[in-house]
Structures are given as structure tokens and as C-alpha cells.
């Protein structure tokens, strides 16, 4: 799990951090539970094999530039889920961003703080301007909770994702930076430390049609 990736961003309760192998046993707990997977094209987890493979896969997502996933922790309890970005488009400088939890969480403000610390990574650190974000047409609590923080909805993407067999409809919604720059989230108090992996930081540059 060494790489040369030691991004950390700590906010007023939560930090998210470059995953661990150490971090398999949490993680397996949380996305074990059926509810937590409902609407992933994964899980639920049944064995810690699972994570194991997940993390094993995640050095190399980094290394090419597809995937930045990190741990949500909580600094007392450790791991309470997962939140990344992937779907890079450097050129258009956009980004999808996701984010799990344990079911303890929900309705705690643990995501509301979660996407304050991802935004900022997207934004401030590696100078995106557009991050996209999906929820199941049925899914209305991660629908509320995209609004409620911001996200604007622009339409239905008819037959997108597949899952237990079925090809369902998806809402798709985004933020730009200046929608963040100006709304709830640039409120948060975020610390950074260290540094993106190597293959994000060139998002920062200068980056011509």
C-alpha cells in the first residue's frame, strides 16, 4: 500500500486520508451491512477478502491518475467509510466524486462535512471546476442530500447504471467552483497535509485545448 502519496485533509470533526492495508477489518464491518451496498454495483461484502482486494487495487487506480479514493475517519474511532473521485477529465478539469458511510452515520452531518473536505481537494488542491455527482432516481435521501449541500440536478441518464441484474435510470448533478466558492462548503475549516499523488498534481497546470 507504500506509495508516494501522503495526502491527508482534516476538517472540524473527520479527516479523509490515502487508504491502508490495516484499514480492510473497518471496512469490511461497514460495507457488510446490505443497506450500506443497496445501491452500489458491489456488495454487500461477505468476506474481509473483499476489502482486502479493494485496497490492493487502489495503488494502482492512483498511480495511473483513474481513481482517488480515501478513508473517512473519524479521528476517535477510526474508518467510517469511503470517498473518492474518479472519472478525471484533465483537459475539461472535471471529476465525479462518491461517498459511502456506515448506516451510524447517516443523518449525522458526517457527509455534509465529507463533501466539504473532498470539494476542497477537488477544487483548491487540484484546481477541477466541475465535479459531477449520481444517485439512483430512487434513491431520494442521496438526492436531498446532493441539493442540500449545494449540487444542482440536470437531468436523468435513462438506463445507466447496472445493478442485481437491472439497467436503472440515474439523476445526474453537478458543482462548479464557483457554485462551491460561494455556497455552504467553503465555509468548512479544512487542513491539508501533504501532498496529492503524483499523477493528480499535474490537474494543477495550465492545461491547453
Request: proline share 6%; hydrophobic share 40%.
Amino acid at each position: 500500500m507504500d506509495d508516494s502519496g501522503t495526502l491527508e485533509l482534516t476538517g472540524p470533526t473527520l479527516r479523509v486520508r490515502i487508504p491502508r492495508a490495516g484499514d480492510a477489518g473497518a471496512l469490511f464491518a461497514l460495507a457488510r451491512d446490505p443497506e450500506v451496498t443497496r445501491w452500489f454495483s458491489w456488495g454487500p461484502y461477505e468476506r474481509i477478502d473483499e476489502a482486502r482486494a479493494y485496497l490492493g487495487r487502489l495503488p494502482g487506480q492512483r498511480a495511473r491518475g483513474e481513481q482517488l479514493d480515501l478513508v473517512v475517519e473519524d479521528p476517535r474511532t477510526g474508518p467510517i467509510g469511503i470517498s473518492g473521485l474518479s472519472e478525471f477529465a484533465p483537459r475539461d478539469r472535471r471529476a465525479t466524486i462518491g461517498t459511502w458511510l456506515g448506516r451510524e452515520r447517516w443523518g449525522t452531518g458526517a457527509n455534509r462535512e465529507v463533501k466539504a473536505l473532498m470539494c476542497h481537494l477537488a477544487f483548491d488542491v487540484l484546481g477541477l471546476q466541475r465535479l459531477t455527482g449520481y444517485a439512483n432516481v430512487e434513491h431520494a435521501r442521496s438526492q436531498r442530500a446532493l441539493e442540500g449541500i449545494g449540487f444542482r440536478r440536470e437531468g436523468t441518464l435513462r438506463a445507466y447504471h447496472r445493478h442485481a441484474g437491472r439497467a436503472l435510470d440515474v439523476a445526474v448533478f453537478s458543482l462548479l467552483c464557483a457554485d462551491w466558492d460561494a455556497g455552504p462548503l467553503r465555509a468548512v475549516s479544512v487542513q491539508v497535509a501533504g501532498a496529492p499523488p503524483p499523477a493528480f498534481v499535474t490537474l494543477t497546470d495550465d492545461l491547453s485545448d
